[in-house]
């Protein structure tokens, strides 16, 4: 017998909710049998929405939350205050085994201290990293940290190293994916403090294949699979991805419009242009994990559609299906017990 | 009389020398009367090259530099050892008196600590850093520090702002300019420990117009003028632009020819295409100066051709007749002045 995953949904959280976090949920069920998913939020609301799809009943719940917690609150206090909204309710699910994961497209604040409060850490783990695809030339590379602990030490460092390698070789298919660390060189001696007391550790590993730096102009064309930084410099790299990005294209069809000859060729190249652009497009390759939790937490982008939520939600399934936690856990205690 | 500005360019530096730099040197002083460039490097090679054109004779002069830096030599080393190599007699001339400005494409390493330890900072300036015009939807921005000085503390950071702030408005005329900090959040207790230091001591300068912290999404956007971090994040700002740029324009490329419809239109949109990459494309805007420095020093892309030397050039005019060096130097010492 297949085994469920389950999954509580954040319905309240993001610009677009509760409408797109149903629709995802439901694109999500129809495609797949072994999974069932928690609405969490306004019950009426959500019930509103639901009544609109066809679904098998038995793979949609609507889970009672009457709060919700807005963007600007700060983290913290939202967490200790809200006690029946969305997110708090959702992790408490998590932590007490009702679902394997949680996703929101809500506060990333409250979402990355809910995780480590409410869900917690997996022994061992010191700052669970948020992960999240970018594209590549390639295809998709992992970087962690992007968000979640600033300021942090190269023991950090080394353990997001091994998760996003665990992460990419088993939940995107990667055999023996390559890490490299975010630099500002590409030799071993370059680098502020952080790096230079990383590199070496790095450079030990066995159980990780490591590259080496990877400065930032080779992260776009896929030079390491697991691109690994603290977290202003990874929140700084995935927001500047996608502001380039959007100037770069909204530059283009501005272009594209100020000829009549441009604008017949616009025309023609419509089809080619979409494809490409869809394959840059972030929100195809759904949320962002926070790793090293007792149980999957994933942020989607605030912004996020039907299709991010859907993608989002069907990597849950593979998340708990290769057991990536039980691997997070083994290779972290491992270490634990070497290091005594 | 107009007064003339006098460059000194490293004939020898970067992967198009001498050709390229020859070729941008005769390209500005045919442009501008009242330069002088003085060509750093290896005599025979360069006046082999200056045959080929035609220009002003008392506007180009060869200075003989017998040794050339290599971009993997240890900058301290080369800059020690080599006393007659391009950079260290092209420095020496500015801090003689006898240039105004040096110009390189040559090892960064190499311009960085010749520029500090040759040239020498304006009496007052803590670290000069590297600054870098980016291309954003409404123009340029001013990125500072792209690179020369990781682990920063906020007083450096402080004076990039005024730094900044003075060129910006001064060399490229904006008026006003607005200037905010590289920040993981619009939020001023958002952060990590150096920009929660650095923060308040920007919101207090009377003399800038600080609008607070900048995400880097907002950087393509051209939400700032002036954009103040520390060389580990400007550094990885300025390559990420650089490669999401070119691998984004590739994919679009390579999307162009995927059908016969879609070549049929990229035939149409060429001339428009062409023209909005050349407008977000970073050699366009010149070299990156080193600023605080007793004197001028300029380093342009070790890929830089002709245009960009050229272009380079010319701003060592404007940075003259500007009087930026004093302007700096008034700024900074008003400061030590009201601080003691």
Redesign the interface.
Known sequence: MTEITNIALDAMGGDNAPSEMVKGAVDAVRKEPAMKVFLVGQKEVIEKELAKYQFQKEQIEVIPASEVIETAE?PVNAIRRKKDSSIVVGMKMVKAGKADAFVSAGSSGAILVGGQTLVGRIKGVERPPLASLVP??KGVSLLLDC?AN??ARSSHLVQFAKMGSIYMEHVLGVKNPKVGI?N?GAEEEK???L?KETFPLLKELSEINFTGSV???????GQVDVVVCE???G??????????????????K???M??L??K??????????K??LK??DASEYGGAPLLGLNGLVVKTHGSAKAKEVSNTLLQCVTFKKQKINEKIRECIQTDAVSAE
């Not at 400065?215 to 064309?221: F, G, L, N, Y």
């Open positions: 700060p590549t030339k968000g600033v300021d975010v500002i680098g502020n403090a790096v400065e930032a102009r080779e992260i776009p064309h977290a202003f410099s929140n700084i790299i995935l927001k500047l991805y996608e502001g380039v990005g959007a100037v770069l294209i909204s530059k283009v501005e272009g594209l100020s000829s000859r441009s017949l060729g616009a025309l023609l190249i419509k089809p080619a242009l494809q490409t394959a840059f």
